[in-house]
């Protein structure tokens, strides 16, 4: 038992150093996140506040695909066919909605002639 003490004792004292370098890294990586999650704050304080709540909680419970395209006349995301009405309001940016169906944000992609 005493041997097996010991020899843990080396083994920590051995990895010594690569924990001590691990840590710093890990401080930096987390000094780099803290400022880019500022930049990003002050990014989004010049959005609509009910857009960006609503944005915040797709995010909460899904990891990717918040903001979609409209493909055609569906949602890119589900492919549910999207009211004309709402289509062109948001053709025309008089509109930022969500799709009735899997609830993305949606948007017009830019029209290729
Ligand atoms: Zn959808």
Known sequence: ???LEGRLAEMRAAQETQRAEVNGRRQAAEGVRQ???AERDAMA???NRA???RYERL???KLTRVVMALDGAACSACFTTVPLNRR???RAGTLIDAC???GVILFAPE???
Do not use: F, P, Y
């Open 1 to 3: 038992m005493a041997q």
């Open 111 to 113: 029209e290729i002639e």
């Open 59 to 61: 995010r909460t419970v």
């Open 51 to 53: 857009l960006r709540q």
């Open 88 to 90: 062109n309001q948001i």
């Open 35 to 37: 400022a880019r999650l």
């Open 100 to 102: 009735e169906s899997c």
């Open 45 to 47: 304080g010049s959005v």
